[in-house]
């Protein structure tokens, strides 16, 4: 299967989530749903632009660069997201957190798990390989796994104990820190690559 047509089905899938998530977080009061939400969206574009960006750097008039470009859009996005989901947890948790509700964070997050690694599955374990984009895609994509499966198991807590509201946050803060370790780990990887073309274009 080409990328296109990996990152297509890749994209429909997050598409797919980000409505359940803005919703579900919103009804919820949570956070961390939220949060999982605004890197899906952050993802999605990335993925739109690296679809294009594929199709551009085709021909003797294509720009060979444009997945890395892309890349960078995608690092400096969730890097934003990461600000936010930050911020607003640690507002939520010196101000006072809100009620959550734990079935619906839980019900949502174990979909969204589902979801994002039947991504990662379409992807396929070799796209780390083909470029930085595809192996932004694919990290981004095992990470939301995670993050939601985290977050399913804190809803769980949550619903269990019909309290430790705080969780959500306290789990919002985390995904935010994962987010932005993988944004500042692609960045360097961007910056590098960009480097090594220059370099190369040099000699």
Known sequence: MSQQARLSLVLGLNLLMIAGLAVVGLASHS???????????ADSFAIMLGIWAIEFSKGPRGHPRATTYVALINALALLGVTLYVIVEAVRRLTSGVPHVSGLPVLIISAIATVVMASGALILGRDAGSEDLHMRSVLLDTLSDALA????AATGL????????YWLDPAMAIIIGIVIGYGAVKLLRDVVKDLHNRKILSQA
């Open 31 to 41: 956070l961390s749903v939220l949060a999982a939400g605004g890197d899906y969206v």
């Open 148 to 151: 939601s499966a985290a977050v």
């Open 157 to 164: 807590l949550i619903y269990l104990t019909n309290g430790l």
